[in-house]
T-cell receptor, first 111, second 110 residues
Framework: ETGVTQTPRHLVMGMTNKKSLKCEQH?????MYWYKQSAKKPLELMFV???????ENNSVPSRFSPECPNSSHLFLHLHTLQPEDSALYLC??????????FGPGTRLTVL | EDQVTQSPEALRLQEGESSSLNCSYT??????LFWYRQDPGKGPEFLFT???AGEEKEKERLKATLTKKESFLHITAPKPEDSATYLC???????????FGGGTRLMVKP
């Protein structure tokens, strides 16, 4: 449970707000990920960072902006979101292409 | 394009009633197949990684098996605390992306 932490755990925001999600991993991994989990849909990969460099952007709208200042921290900056962006946002980390370990998620509601 | 299909979508069992969950997949060169458990409102918890056909792994009441086309998660004598959504994912040789199935929601009644 404490290997990957995410804050906040819950977030309610209006469509004109700007907010950020934070993820921190304490496992010494070198890859970090953002996933989106919507009701009735499989987990969707959004972004991948390897050694702080973004290596995957899975056709995510520009209103989602990731930032990876170092191998332990990952942010997801949110602005002008839509109600359909309401979902559980999950962060994960791995050592290279190894097993991914997930954080508890941030439940986002866009009004 | 990699694809993962899990069945059934939901499964209700009585405590002690053993059963299996299915994960069918197509992948361009399998690096690994992963099983996770997810409780409501929480992140997925890692259970197993399988790398090649014929491989089996066990943990308490759970046993995962792998063939070239599918994986099974066998649950022996389940308890109510095994109730959760079980997720299957595949990783191909190209990188570290995971493709997830839709999950199986397991409910075990006392």
């Amino acid at each position: 449970e404490t290997g990957v932490t995410q804050t906040p755990r819950h977030l309610v925001m209006g469509m004109t707000n700007k907010k950020s999600l934070k993820c921190e991993q304490h496992l010494g991994h070198n890859a970090m990920y953002w996933y989106k989990q919507s009701a009735k849909k499989p987990l969707e990969l959004m972004f991948v960072y390897n050694f702080k460099e973004q290596t995957e952007n899975n056709s995510v709208p520009s209103r989602f902006s990731p930032e990876c200042p170092n191998s332990s921290h990952l942010f997801l900056h949110l602005h002008t979101l839509q109600p359909e962006d309401s979902a559980l946002y999950l962060c994960a980390s791995s050592q290279a292409t190894g097993t991914q370990y997930f954080g508890p998620g941030t439940r986002l509601t866009v009004l | 394009e990699d694809q993962v299909t899990q069945s059934p979508e939901a499964l209700r069992l009585q405590e002690g009633e053993s059963s299996s969950l299915n994960c069918s997949y197509t992948v361009s060169g399998l690096r690994g197949l992963f099983w996770y458990r997810q409780d409501p409102g929480k992140g997925p918890e890692f259970l197993f990684t399988l790398y090649s056909a014929g491989e089996e792994k066990e943990k308490e009441r759970l046993k995962a098996t792998l063939t070239k086309k599918e994986s099974f998660l066998h649950i022996t004598a389940p308890k109510p605390e095994d109730s959760a959504t079980y997720l299957c994912a595949v990783q191909n040789n190209a990188g570290n992306m995971l493709t997830f199935g839709g999950g199986t929601r397991l409910m075990v009644k006392p």
